[in-house]
Each structure stands twice: as structure tokens, then as C-alpha cells.
């Protein structure tokens, strides 16, 4: 390709709103353009990068035997609410009513629509396994579009779905995939570090999140020092050095609780000043309701001022889906901001208490008023037999520095941007939509499911969050626009009929060539194939040419090696051979 | 792939609503699924084949030297609005309100995004010309789906623009375009007709249509024996032999006009047999309003009774692209429905009068009045000479059998699918955007715009209409999900083996291959292979291996011919090559 020809606007300054680095690069490169917040022109330079994650993606896709289809954008809000996600969506969810009226929304991801394909098509086990994916724009309303490409409400994901007549079956397929994975990200030149993660409320047995290591990523991943653990903030456990029961708490001696008053304080660390009392030394009350049904009973979660309690954590304790931040008018005798454990003296709720909160003989808590809080706080004596004896005590804050593994090992806490997802998603779809199969025995049973996710963007914003230096991108050859840039000096005479024919001699190479034939000077044509990064620079200059002699220049080394104008599309051909089968090892 | 691990639902039966064949076989041989009124899902084979016809647009598409970039599916409303598309599409817009009340739209084309695109970027002559071109989603809430893939609401287009600082520049892309065309539909294996179509009320100036003649088509062709003239129903102009001016109209003896009570007769037909006349002894006028701007003139178009106007012809001869039929409650004074042309004596309204109702020496008219008509209208006697001064003789009707081409051959009519579209598009959107370039001169001046569309699943559908037969779908190889099925009457012993091993080879061999391992007698595998339409089938029956030999046989020809085992990946092969090569001669 020839530069004049195509649309690369590269620009020297990233615009203002452009925080991380990915999100600069990609603008200056001309690989993007916004048109709305969160929604994205890909221009062709992005596009031609997008392409390349995506055939990727394809073939290790199509080696597990999975098979690609395209189920469409607008689906039926009706199958949504049958699974309940209509609800649990909420304003995530793009609606559209059409001109009968009929609601549909904008797919944010197809688990009922690909359900209802395989419910229609699938009978027999002997049907069954079965994988299908697709690669396709989904949408999601985002409260706060973001980071460039990294929270946007308008993005392209592979999606794919498995089908099983047996548990050991979606094993065998969640770890084809998981490798596969594996596959995908190393050979587009990202890194990727498994997680456990949290199957979260819709449901499912095991997931693992594939998590690129980098500062601008917004999800944290917790490993343990021993290389043996790994799991998302949400999932990740602890071992627990604290007493495990009421009965086991230390306590300080005896002392009524002292009420003392905290006007207009709003957050612990507020309350802590106020008291002159660290949050370490008090009790957070975070009030919650579970079930689906009413009356839904009340959870009290208390973990120490300074810890975060985890949802995931607590809705396993409470064996509970349903569980969700009570809202404070309906909390009725609970003060939202305010409460303390001994609430549960007066208010039939279930207190679920974490071992570290526990740990403390006497605490600062809500005072179960307006602008009020206790000191002298003591689980052992001020919570009544029958509040005691409904209380639960159990792991359901976040890991936080200090923490060790379940085994033992310190963990250390890094944060990460989620390239993909894999999920043992279980009958939970196939159940709310009536997807069955007849087994040997002619018994219909719910298929058992999995999904499997990936952000082709996602590759392609760590990439240049990883791998750009001070002077732009520095593509992997892999997914790079064009894997080699001809730069002529001046584009006339001798220069010009080398760099001609060089291109054309690639291109019936397949190589992904571009010749800058722009009339700059060379400064200018330097910076920019720098800044878009093409991997390879082929310098055509009058002293070399005269000498018989090109240069190649790999973008991120230092030094250009002098090649022989014989034969050069041949070792220009070879280098990126080379590079590519270095990305793939 | 073998067959068992993929999703191919055959049916026996099409659904009842599939009226076309394209729709019956789609359904039958398990390429798409309905979900919601034209909203399909593509299933595997389907999507198969999509892909390859997308494939072969997007080489083409590249050896013009285009761009491929790929804009989002939401886009503002305000663009649209700026250019008035808003309210020219009016109900076919899909509306989405996002979670701040902003206005987005689902995109079903890219003028305004790609324009809004280029104004960003572009501003010298330098950088023109440009292409750019997307494969994508396009958006269309129809008010009536049907016919399968011919009418849907969410479908995928080829969409390309050029953009041009010169009106040569543009006539040389346009021409690249319609060549490339050609050659795409000849390598799809669908026959397409270029006709001259109508630039329409968007603007522009040349424009051509590509047609698949097929008697399910929706659109109209009308060609010339001597097959020099080419147009779609909208454009096709014909040749004159009637009066050409009021003076020089055909006029009976004057007689006094006659009312006639017509109650209840909405349509000609119906007000001819109420009055014992035959339609083309009648005159049709109909009432539009021209400009766009308050006082909006009134243009009254009067044809014969039998003949149709043409919107098109009647805007060019009003020289207004603003005009629009007259809607009744702000037809003031004229009595839509019971219009005669004689309404122009009291109203100052223009007459545009067809040629072949001038030449009626006398005629039956609209009354002017609810449920009444006139006889013996007269042109030469019964309009007042103010209105006959205002009066326009042009062609402004649907050319019909035993109309001649303007260069006097007869015209033939016949119906299509349309698949593509080539347009000029000059300035429209450029200056509704403010798209401007630096000329030589450094003047700004508007963009010179081309666009040019293709359906792919329109050749899909187009395939589906002209290459089925009883059986099922006969696919072009270019164009085939798989190249090759393999059909061993018996998947065990030897006949398992040699279809394992050829199913390998072949695949080696980059051939797409499928192989029938299910559990099903003969018959269904056989008829299967017919229905879902594989060009070449190979079969493993117990007689031929025992003599070494295999079937081959291609579908929709009469017999097989034997192959020797030895060898036979290579010979499937080179067939597989022979038929593709044949494609693209």
C-alpha cells in the first residue's frame, strides 16, 4: 500500500481527555477516531490490527472443533427477562422499540439468543458436544465510557458457547478453551496470567479470567508469592489467622457501650477522626437483603473500618443469588450509615461477621442512630444469645496487602486489564429457556453449558499499553497494520524505482507492505513510522543506494543492519518470517 | 469437519411462510433461523458461505486500491438531522435513546459518519483521492419483512465511498467500482445486469444498478431487444410518438363536460366499470407539492388511467427534488381522489401532462368533487388559457410493454434482485457537512463524493433463487460452505479409514471438506448431500473399495465418474481447483 493512498492521520499531540497511554497512542497513530462518548470509528490502520487479532482468533477457535456463526444485534427483550437479565442489566442494556412497538435490545453478549438456537436444534446427546462462536459488535450502555477502548459502549467480542450432555464434557471443553487461550494471547504478542475467578450471581461453577499484567488495566489481580495462586480481587481467598467463632473472640473486659455522637460523618474515615480511633480499631455494618421473594430477610456483614467487604464472598455464605445492598428507605428499623451489630438484638437479621473484625476485644460501631456511634463495642457481650446464635463467621471481606494464600503464601496485589473469560456457566441458561436433551434413556435433561470470551480490542489496548515506547507503537509482528514500512529518503529517481519495485516484490510475497511515497522530509517520515510502529523499516538513502545497500531497521533496536540490493524482498521477506515465528514459539 | 460436530439442520419441510425459494431452501438446508420479523441468526453453513462471498468483495474491493475501515452502528442522530435524512427515512431509522437522554441511531448507511470522517482529516487536494470501504450491520425497521433474506431489519452491507477533488477523478473511481462489480457477481457465480438507475431525491448524478433477473425479485428491468439500453423501472425513459405540446394535442369536437355521479370508486378500475370506459380512455391525476419551503406550489401530474407515474421522471420535469405527494388534508380545494385536470382553472397549480393522455381527443376526468366525475374532457377546449400557459407536456409515466427504448428498440420487462449499486453522489453530503478541501489555490471547496453498495447476503439469496433445483441448493464452488463432502455409506471398517484419511489429506490440501460420519441410512445422507447443495460428493461405498474405488460425482450432473484410490486426495483436489478456476474466467 501506498501511504498517499490510504488514511493514517497521525497527529504530534494525544488529545486532552486522553489519560492512559494505550488511549494516546491510539489517537496519534491514527488507528481510532471518537464519534460519542464511548463509541469508536476504527480507521484503517486499527482496523487492519483488529483484523489480524481476529484471524487469530479464528484459527485457534476452529482447532478446538468450535464452529463460527453470527447471531444478531437486535434480540428479543422478552427471552431477556425469561432469564432474568433484563433486570440484573438494568441501564446497561441499549432498548429499542420498533415501529410495532415490540421491544428488542442491543446484545451486550448472546447467552439467550445462542440457548434458544441449540434449544431449537438440539434433541439428542448424541447431538451434543457442541461449540459455537461468533465475532460480533455487542453494545453496552456504560455509565462512564472511558480509557479509550477500554470501557466503551460499543465493542467487538468473540464470543463462543459450548453445549454438554456431561459435566466431564464441559470440562473437556473448558480446558480446550482455557489453552487455546493461551495460545491466542501469546501469539498476539500479549502477556495473559490466568485467574480464578468469581462465576458471579448469574450462576455457573468455574471461571478464569486471562488478565494482562499493566498499570492502566482496572482490575486487580491477587497473586501469592509462591507462583501457586491466582485469582481476581472479587474471587480471591485467604488463609484466615483469626478466631472462627463467637464463642473463640477475644474480648476486652466488660464495659457498657458508650454513646458518643459523629454529626454528618459519612465515611469511617471521617468517624475514625472524629473518635480519634483508626478504622482498623471499628466495626463496618453493611446491611443487605437475600432472596428473591418477600419477605426477604435481612444480612448484617461486618468486617473491620478499614476492609472492603466482598459480594461474591457473602452471597456464598448466605447461599443466596439474591442478595443485594439493602436500599435505605426500605431498611426499615436499620439506620443505613449507622448501624452496629447489636442492631441484630432488636431486628430478627442474620449477622455474618469476618474473622479479622472479630479479632478486635473492643470497637468503635454504628450506633444504630442518626449521628451516632458506640465505643466499647464487644462481641462477646453485647449482642444478645439469640443474635449469637444466628450469627455466621466467615471470610467475606477483600484480600488486601498482608493477606496470605489459602496455602500459606503472601499475596502480592497488581493490576491488569481482562483480555477474556472463561465460564462453566451449568444449566442456568438452559434452564430459565427450556433447552433440553434426551438422554440414553430418553429422559429429557437441561444442557449443561459454558461460555468463553474475548476482547479483541482488549488484545489490542494492552498491547500498546505493554509495548510502546517514547516515540509510539511498537507492534508485535503478529497483529501489526503492515509488518514492513519502505522509507525512500526523497521518493524520485533511483529511490523511487527501488522502493516501486520492492513493494511490489512483497506484495507477491504477501507480505503487508507500506511505502511512505509522501512528499515530506525525512524527519517527518521517521517519526511517523515510529509512532504507528511498523515492526520492519526498509531506509532507501542516496549514500546506500549508491554503495549497492538498503537498510533494516527493527523499530524498538537501536541499530540498522545494511542489507544488499540483491535479493532484498527475499531477506526483508525472511526477517518477518523470522519475527513471526519467534511470536508463535 | 465432520459432520456430527457441527449444526446443520436439515428439515424436510419449509415453514409456510417461506413463499420464494431462496427463503424455502435457506430454511431447509439450516443456514439462518428467524428470530423476530427480519431478524435472522447465521448458522454455521450459512455463515460459511457469507464469508466467502464477503471474501471475494473484499479482494476486489482492495485491487481498487479501497480502504477498508469499519465504522460503529450507533451514530448520532444530529448528522442525520443536518442532512435531513432524519426525516426522509422517518420510521425505517431505528431510534435509541441512550442513559442521558442523547439521540443515536442504528446506522442503516454511512454517508454522514464517513463524511463527518473525512472532514476531520482531509483538507488538501493532496490527499484526495480517497476510498474507503466496510463490510457491517446495517439497521432498516421495514414495514414489512419478507421473503427471507430479500426484505430484513438487520442485514450486512458492503458500503464504500470515494472522495474525489474532481469530477474526472470520481468518473474514474465510479468505473473501477462497476468493474469490480462485475467481476465480484461473475466470481460469486450469480449472473447480474448493470441497468441505469434513478440518483433519486438524495442527489447525485450518475447511478447504476446491478440486477440478478429472477422472477422473486422486487425490483423492475426494463431492457431493449437490441439490448443497447439498460435501466431500472424508476430511470427507464422511452421513446415519444404522441403530441408533445397542448396546441399540437389530438381534440374531439367540443362538447359540454358531463357529470357522473362515482360514488364509493377509489380506483380507476372501479370508476371505469361504473362508467362502461376502459381505464386508458380515462385521465389520472394525481397531486403533489414541489419545494420545501411555505407556500409549497401544487404540481398536478396527469397520466392515463392504465399507466402509473413515475416520481422520479415527474421530479426532473418539476425541477424541484423536493416533491412530495400532496397529503389530503392540506390539499385545499382539491379533492384528492376526484381530481380532473380542469382544477387548475381555479387553483394555480402546474399541470404536468404525460403525452400519451394528451393524445386522448376526450377523456374521462376527476369531477372535482367527492364522488363525481366528468366525461368528455377535452384538453384543447376545457382548460383556461392561464392554466394551459402553466401547462408542462413531458414523459413522467412508468414505461410499460410496447414502450421502444429512446433509441426506438421495444422494451422487455423483467424482474430482479438487486445486489449492488454504483452512485455519483457529487456534493450532497459534503456540503450539508461542510467537507471542504484546499484546491491548488488554497480555496476550500466541497468534496466530490462517490458510494457504492453491495448485499452479500443479497448473492446469497440471488445464488438460492437461480441455481436450485428440485433437490436443493447447487452452490457455486467460489461460494460453497464446503467444497467437498465426503459420504461413506457405511462410516466403519475400511470405508471409516479411507474417509478419515482422505477428510485429512483434503484438509491438508487447504479444501473444505465435510464428512457425512453420522449414524443415518444411505438415503438421508444422500439426500442430505443434495439438499444442502456440496459441489462435489465423494462416496465410499463396500463394492467400489473392494475394486479400489471411489465415486465422484459433481452435484446437479447426472452420473459419477470412478476414482482410483490411489491418489484420490489429488484428485479431488484438482477437481475442486478446475471448478473454482471455471468461476472466475
Known sequence: MYW??????????????AQIASHQ??????????IAAG?????????RAMQKICAIIRQEMDATGAQELHLPALLPAQWWKQTGRYADYGPLLFKVKDRRDTEMILGPTHEECVTELVKAYVGSHKQLPLILYQIQGKFRDE???RNGLLRVREFFMKDAYSFHSSAESLHETY???YHAYVRIFR?????????????????GEASHEFICPCAAGEDVMVRSEDGAYAANLERAGRAIFAPLTLATAAAAPPAPLQRVPTPGAATMQQVGQMLGAPPQHMIKTLVFVAGKDAPRPWVLACVRGDHEVNEAKLRHVAGSVELAPAEPARAAGLIIGFVGPHAANTIPAQLVIDPDVLALPTAIAGGNEVDWHVKNFNWRHHLHPAAAQRAVVADIRNAVPGDRSPAGSPLTFSKGIELGHVFKLGTRYSQALGATYLDENQQAQAIIMGCYGIGPGRILVAALETLCDADGINWPMSIAPYQVVITPIQYEGRARQVADQLHAELVTRGVDVLLDDRDQRPGVKFKDADLIGIPLRVVLGEK????????LKRRGE?????????NLAAAVDERVRKCLAEATL
Chains 1, 2 share one sequence.
Open 143 to 145: 455509565a462512564r465510557p
Open 175 to 177: 480446558q480446550a478453551m
Open 39 to 47: 463509541v469508536y470509528d476504527w480507521l484503517p490502520l486499527g482496523w
Open 25 to 34: 497512542w491510539m489517537i496519534r497513530a491514527g488507528l481510532v477516531r471518537q
Open 4 to 17: 498517499s493512498r490510504t488514511l493514517i492521520p497521525t497527529a504530534r499531540q494525544a488529545p486532552a481527555d
Open 558 to 566: 537501536k541499530g540498522p543492519v545494511m542489507l544488499p540490493l540483491a
Open 544 to 551: 546506500g543506494l549508491a554503495a549497492g545497500q538498503a537498510e
Open 187 to 203: 501469539r498476539c504478542g500479549v502477556s495473559a496470567v490466568a485467574v480464578e475467578a468469581e462465576s458471579g450471581p448469574i450462576g
